[in-house]
Nanobody, 122 residues
Framework: QVQLVESGGGLVQPGGSLTLTCAASGFTFSDSYMSWYRQALGKERELVASVSLKGHTKYYASSVKDRFTIARDNAKNSVYLQMYFLRPDDAAVYYC???????????????WGQGTQVSVSL
C-alpha cells in the first residue's frame, strides 16, 4: 500500500518558479531517504535530487544544482522540490521515490506515483 502522490506541476515561463509536493504513505517515511526524479519526453528517467532522513544533507544533479531545493517535513510525510529559474530542458514528468542507498541507489518502490507534469514554455 505504498503511495506516492506528486502534485504542484504546471506550465511556467522560462525563468519561472514552481514548487512540487510529494505526499507519501504506506512506509516509514522518517526512516527513508527520499528523492525526486524526472522523465522528459523521449528520455530516460533521471535522478534530480535526494534528501537525507532528517533533511540535513541534500544531493543535486549537476543540471539543477543552485536552481532547485529539496526539503522534507517528516511530520507531514512530505517531500518538496522548489524549482527556480526554470529552463525548457527542465520540462518533464516529475516523480518521487525512495533510493535504496544514499544518494542515488535504485528506487525502493516499484510502484510509482502518477507524477506531475512540469512544462516550461513561452
Amino acid at each position: 500500500q505504498v503511495q506516492l502522490v506528486e502534485s504542484g506541476g504546471g506550465l511556467v515561463q522560462p525563468g519561472g518558479s514552481l514548487t512540487l509536493t510529494c505526499a507519501a504513505s504506506g512506509f516509514t517515511f522518517s526512516d527513508s531517504y527520499m528523492s525526486w526524479y524526472r522523465q522528459a519526453l523521449g528520455k530516460e528517467r533521471e535522478l534530480v535530487a535526494s534528501v537525507s532522513l532528517k533533511g540535513h544533507t541534500k544531493y543535486y544533479a549537476s543540471s539543477v544544482k543552485d536552481r532547485f531545493t529539496i526539503a522534507r517535513d517528516n511530520a507531514k510525510n512530505s517531500v518538496y522540490l522548489q524549482m527556480y529559474f526554470l529552463r525548457p530542458d527542465d520540462a518533464a514528468v516529475y516523480y518521487c521515490n525512495s533510493p535504496s542507498s544514499w544518494p542515488s541507489g535504485p528506487p525502493r518502490f516499484g510502484s510509482w506515483g502518477q507524477g506531475t507534469q512540469v512544462s516550461v514554455s513561452l
